[in-house]
C-alpha cells in the first residue's frame, strides 16, 4: 500500500525551529488604494496633496487622523455636503467662531479629524449608493420615519450616528426598507 503523503496546512509545529508560530505574510499585506478611500480623500480635497498621496487603507487613514486633517479639508468637506460652519461648528463640538480663527493649513484635533474622515468616507458611501452628491444631499435633509422623523445630518456629531447611516445605506443598497 502506498503511503500518501500529508497535505500541508501552512501550519507544521515540527517544520518551525524555534517554536514559534509564524503567520503568513500575505495576510498583512494590503490591497492597492481602495475606491472608498481614494473617493474620501477626494471629498476631503486633498487627492494629491504631500501627506495624502501615502494613503492607501483604512491604517493609513488612522495615522492621518492622529496627525491631523488640515481646515482646509473640513472647508472642502463643507462645501461639497452643503453643510453651514454653523452646522460643522455642532458635528465637531466646537463653536463657529473657534473655526473661523483656524487657518487652512492648520491641523483640527484628533477628534476633528476623524469626524472629517468619517464623514467623508459617509457621503463617498452615499454618492456610491445614491448615484449622485445631490441625491444623496437630498436624502441627507430628508425627515425620515426610520429616525425618528429627523434629518440623517441630524446624526453626523456622533461616531454612532454616522455608523447607523451606514447601515442604512447598506439596507437601501439592497433593497431592504423598513
Known amino acids: 500500500m502506498a503511503r500518501q503523503s500529508k497535505k500541508s496546512t501552512g501550519y507544521n509545529p515540527s517544520e518551525t525551529n524555534s517554536g514559534v508560530i509564524e503567520e ?3 495576510v498583512y499585506q494590503y ?3 481602495d475606491s472608498i478611500t481614494a473617493r ?4 476631503m480635497g486633498m487627492s494629491g496633496k504631500k501627506d495624502f498621496t501615502t494613503i492607501k487603507n ?3 487613514l488612522i495615522s492621518l487622523i492622529r496627525a491631523g486633517v488640515p481646515m482646509q479639508a473640513m472647508f472642502h468637506l463643507m462645501k461639497i455636503a452643503d453643510i453651514s460652519l ?3 461648528s455642532m458635528i465637531v ?3 463657529d467662531r473657534t473655526l473661523r480663527r483656524y487657518t487652512a493649513h492648520q491641523k483640527l484635533s484628533q477628534e476633528q479629524s476623524e469626524r472629517m474622515v468619517e464623514m467623508a468616507r459617509l457621503y463617498s458611501r452615499g454618492i456610491e449608493v445614491f448615484g449622485s452628491i445631490d441625491s444623496f444631499r437630498q436624502w441627507m435633509d430628508t425627515r425620515l420615519l426610520t429616525f425618528g422623523n429627523k434629518t440623517p445630518k441630524e446624526f453626523l456629531d456622533t461616531s454612532l450616528g454616522i455608523a447607523m447611516l451606514m447601515d442604512e445605506m447598506g439596507k437601501i443598497q439592497h433593497g431592504i426598507f423598513a
Not at 474620501?40 to 471629498?43: D, E, Q, R
Open 31 to 33: 490591497a492597492p488604494q
Open 40 to 43: 474620501t480623500i477626494g471629498l
Open 86 to 88: 454653523k452646522e460643522m
Open 58 to 60: 483604512d491604517n493609513d
Open 93 to 95: 463640538h466646537t463653536s
Open 24 to 26: 503568513p505574510v500575505s
